[in-house]
């Protein structure tokens, strides 16, 4: 995995430290990539536009 250093709004990382706190979520780099993953699924509409690593 590459590392990437955003600046988020506070209100955004309240959220996703509620849904680590909550146990949704294991921390908070699995909930960001969970959602980049999700938002790309729906932008690409479902395409199979990840490859396997093997």
Known sequence: MKLVTL???QVYLDGIEHLVEQEIYPNRSETIRIAIR???LKEYN????FKIKS
């Open 38 to 40: 999700d938002f790309l």
């Open 7 to 9: 600046n988020i709004p």
């Open 46 to 49: 479902g395409e199979k536009i």
